[in-house]
C-alpha cells in the first residue's frame, strides 16, 4: 500500500528555473493539499483541493500553481523559482465529506533548495 | 480561520504521563480538533482527533473541554520516541488543515 507518494526527494534549482514536485495518492481520496516547512517552523499551507477540477488558495499560494486533472495526482509547479521557495514540500491527502473528520496522510516530502 | 495556541515547548520524564494543552477560543461549531506530531527529518503523522467528545486510540487519549475552546492532548507513559513537536489543529469545514506553531516535547530519561 503505497499511501502518498512524492517525487523528487531532492532537488537543487538556478534561481528563475520551473519545476514541477509531483503529488500521488492511491487510496482513492478526495482532499489532496501541499505544505511547505522551512527550517525551524511549522507547515505552511500553500493549495489545497477538494476533488478534480477543484483547487484553492491556502496561506501562502504566491509562486505556486496547482492543478488536479484526476483524483489521484495534485502536482505543485513552480513557474520561476526564487531563493525563498527554498524549502522542504509535504503533500498530504484525505477523504472528505460534510463532517471532515478524517485523518492527513503525509508523503515524505521533497527537499528543494533554489540558488 | 480559527486559530489555536499552544506552549512552545514541554519537558517529561520517561515513563511519565504528559499533558499537552490547546487553546482554541475561537472554534466553530463544525470544526474538528486535530492532533499530529512531527519526529526530526520525518513528515507529520496523525496522532488523534475528535468534536466533542473525548476520544482514546492507542497512541493518546484527547480530552475535550465542554465549552470546546480548549483540548489537552494526552500521552499515558512517554517513551523517547514519543519526543517530537506536537500540533494541536482546528480542521474547517472546507477539509483546510492549518498548522500553527505546534509545542516541542522532549523526553528525558
Known amino acids: 500500500n503505497a499511501g502518498v507518494t512524492q517525487t523528487p526527494k531532492f532537488q537543487v534549482l538556478k534561481t528563475g528555473q520551473s519545476m514541477t514536485l509531483q503529488c500521488a495518492q492511491d487510496?482513492?481520496?478526495?482532499?489532496m493539499s501541499w505544505y511547505r516547512q522551512d527550517p525551524g517552523m511549522g507547515l505552511r499551507l500553500i493549495h489545497y483541493s477538494v476533488g478534480a477540477g477543484i483547487t484553492d488558495q491556502g496561506e501562502v499560494p504566491n509562486g505556486y500553481n496547482v492543478s488536479r486533472s484526476t483524483t489521484e495526482d495534485f502536482p505543485l509547479r513552480l513557474l520561476s523559482a526564487a531563493p525563498s521557495q527554498t524549502s522542504v514540500y509535504f503533500c498530504?491527502?484525505?477523504?472528505?465529506?460534510?463532517?471532515?473528520?478524517?485523518?492527513?496522510?503525509f508523503g515524505s516530502g521533497t527537499q528543494l533548495s533554489v540558488l | 480561520d480559527a486559530k489555536t495556541t499552544q506552549p512552545n515547548s514541554m519537558e517529561s520524564n520517561e515513563e511519565e504521563p504528559v499533558h499537552l494543552p490547546c487553546n482554541h477560543s475561537t472554534i466553530s461549531g463544525t470544526d474538528y480538533i486535530h492532533w499530529y506530531r512531527q519526529l526530526p527529518s520525518q513528515g507529520p503523522e496523525y496522532v488523534i482527533h475528535g468534536l466533542t467528545s473525548n476520544v482514546n486510540n492507542r497512541m493518546a487519549s484527547l480530552a475535550i473541554a465542554e465549552d470546546r475552546k480548549s483540548s489537552t492532548l494526552i500521552l499515558h507513559r512517554a517513551t523517547l520516541r514519543d519526543a517530537a513537536v506536537y500540533y494541536c489543529?482546528?480542521?474547517?469545514?472546507?477539509?483546510?488543515?492549518?498548522f500553527g506553531q505546534g509545542t516541542e516535547l522532549s523526553v528525558k530519561p
Open positions: 498530504a491527502s484525505s477523504t472528505v465529506g460534510a463532517t471532515t473528520n478524517e485523518k492527513l496522510f
Open positions: 489543529i482546528l480542521r474547517h469545514s472546507s477539509g483546510k488543515l492549518i
Open positions: 487510496m482513492n481520496h478526495e482532499y
